[in-house]
């Protein structure tokens, strides 16, 4: 998948930074960690510059973000409710569990959105119960754009700083993200547990 980003970039610069991180938003399995490090790296090799990249990079996963957060804004807490009327029983779920979360996000959702845009899966995920709850589309923007540009900034200047060694860099990051899977999928499973048994 590198060499095609690698192309991809090559062939299209800033445009095709754009792309592949507005895709990596939508379609996760693109993992921005080689994108921002090779857009970096292209700083040295080519006519791009770091604040050209970070910029790019940083538009295109707003424009991603925003698909999303209107995805969310589809899937509303009253659409919801009208899902969970008909297939609630069977969901285990009741209405006061969807305004319980939706409640929680309107009290935290700014800061989750900020922190969630430095985790990877979560980066893209995030934006759906955004939309979902309403949050105010200026406030999502702001807290977005700064999370966005806080990991795009940083991945960018590593691959600028480590060139053509970054693959020891690319291992560590890897290593991160699979950490944050295994967590996550705790995290999934123990809420699910933790249900169930309240439930019983």
């Known amino acids: 998948m590198e060499d095609w980003i690698t192309s991809v970039m090559s062939d299209y610069g800033y445009f095709g930074i754009f792309l592949l991180i507005l895709l990596e938003n939508i379609f996760p399995p693109i993992p921005s960690e080689v994108v921002l490090t090779v857009g970096g790296f292209m700083t040295t090799t080519t006519t791009m510059t770091i604040p050209g990249v970070i910029a790019a990079s940083t538009a295109g996963s707003v424009s991603g973000a925003m698909m999303l957060y ?25 209405k006061e ?6 409640s929680w996000f309107d009290r935290f959702g700014v800061w989750t959105v900020f922190f969630g ?3 990877p899966l979560v980066r893209s995920l995030i934006s759906i119960p955004a939309g979902m709850s309403n949050m105010k589309v200026w406030l999502f923007l702001i807290f977005s754009t700064l999370g966005t540009l806080l990991w795009n900034t940083v991945l960018v200047f590593v691959g600028e700083a480590v060139g053509e060694n970054r693959q020891q860099i690319m291992r560590q990051l890897s290593l991160y993200s699979n950490v944050v899977y295994v967590l996550l999928a705790l995290g999934v499973v123990a809420a699910i547990w933790y249900y169930i048994r309240k439930k019983e």
């Open 70 to 94: 209107g995805v969310g804004v589809l899937l509303d807490v009253a659409r919801l409710e009208k899902i969970i009327d008909k297939y609630g029983n069977w969901l285990r779920v009741k």
């Open 97 to 102: 569990d969807i305004h319980k979360a939706d």
């Open 117 to 119: 845009r430095l985790v």
